[in-house]
């Protein structure tokens, strides 16, 4: 293995083909590598059926150095904060969150973000670059090997959320490739339907998805139908508006798109009234939405605070007389600010200390 050669990880199964054909080498390796290191999670010595001179170049022409994982938090609720440090010491991190004795993964596309949303801690940090795609599939790597050393008995991860650091359609390619990574039926073969890209509306990308992307889950960080109120919250608003993108997400064809989630973080006495759920519900009622209530995350130095759970439930209530099925996010591992819109590589040097 060579550092500074072209990482393993990179590679859709397509692309590892074109690359052994283009070498001349038996076309079989490929397959038998996806297998080996996405499926059996390496767990046997080695590729025992890859013939010698498959070996060989791999060993000579590609890199398969993960991001190191350089803290882990976890906590009482079994949700494990991850903090990885990148090849240019740049850190990013990714969170297990546990369900029924499994877990899903929240996973960065960015360090740092763009979009500058008012109530993510993620956006105060600005935007640093983009990540690679071995370093998105790095992230579950090493979050499934931490589980499979430390938490053996149940170490499955069931679902892959892009909800960590960045906005994903801002990283489009690599986004695409990763999701084609975790989709192969050689590699860690996830269903369509475990894979969700969450985003703030990034209408360019949407319209890449269209023409591009695999079918997995398309979730719209929505938190307002009004505009003074998105626009506050989610600045793109004013370029890319919130019924553009909506009619755009539920435009993508079957194919490219399981369904999308509209996701609603309420925050107390700014989005949270009788009249803003009303809106909401007329705003979607009849599409195919589904919608996940989101209560507030703070994290230090925000100006918002979270609802009472009371004030959640009567928003559903609401929601419900439009005929939307709506769930209520539960928050976990805020103790450790790993709950959504509350990782900020900056800010984990003082949670450390
Ligand atoms: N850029 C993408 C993905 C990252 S944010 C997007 O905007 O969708 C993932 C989810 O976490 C989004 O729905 C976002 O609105 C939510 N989120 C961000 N900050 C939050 C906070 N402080 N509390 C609760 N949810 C938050």
């Not at 499955?156 to 986004?175: C, K, S, T, W, Y």
């Not at 819109?341 to 450390?352: P, W, Y």
Request: proline content about 6%; aromatic content about 10%.
């Amino acid at each position: 293995m060579q550092q500074g050669n072209p990482s393993f990880y990179q590679y859709t199964l397509e692309e590892l083909r074109e690359l052994f054909n283009s070498h001349e080498l038996p076309p079989t390796g490929p397959a038998l590598l996806f297998n080996w290191h996405y499926k059996k999670r390496m767990k046997v010595p080695c590729v025992t059926d890859l013939a010698k001179i498959s070996r060989t170049f791999v060993a000579e022409n590609l890199d398969f150095t993960l991001p190191e994982v350089d803290v882990v938090h976890e906590s009482q609720d079994k949700t494990v904060k991850f903090l990885f440090k990148l090849r240019d010491g740049l850190k990013v991190e990714s969170v297990l969150i546990p369900f029924n004795g499994k877990y899903s993964i929240c996973i960065s596309s960015q360090v740092g973000c763009a979009m500058k949303c008012s109530f993510c801690f993620t956006g105060t940090q600005g935007l640093k670059r983009n990540l690679a795609t071995e370093e998105i599939i790095g992230q579950f790597i090493g979050a499934q090997r931490w589980l499979t050393e430390n938490r053996p008995d149940d170490d499955r991860i069931l679902n892959i959320v892009f909800m960590g650091q960045g906005e994903p359609l801002h990283n489009f390619d690599a986004v695409k490739k990763a999701c084609e990574i975790f989709l192969n039926r050689n590699g860690l073969c996830l269903a369509p339907h475990k894979i969700t890209v969450s985003t703030a509306g990034y209408i360019p990308g949407l319209e890449r998805w269209k023409a591009e992307m695999p079918d997995v889950n398309i979730a719209v960080s929505l938190h307002s139908v009004i505009k003074e109120k998105r626009d506050k919250l989610i600045p793109i608003n004013q370029r890319y508006p919130i019924e553009e993108v909506s009619k755009f997400a539920e435009s993508i064809p079957e194919g490219r798109m399981r369904f999308v989630t509209y996701e609603y973080l309420l925050i107390k006495n700014f989005n949270d009234s009788p009249e803003d759920a009303h809106a909401t519900g007329k705003f979607l009622a009849g599409t195919k939405a589904f919608v996940s209530l989101i209560p507030f995350n703070p994290f230090p130095g925000t100006e918002y605070e979270r609802p009472e759970m009371s004030t959640v439930e009567s928003f559903k209530t609401i929601l419900d007389t439009y005929k939307i099925p709506v769930t209520i996010r539960k928050t976990k591992g805020d103790e450790i600010l790993a709950a959504c819109g509350q990782l900020n590589t900056k800010e984990d040097r003082s949670l450390r200390s």
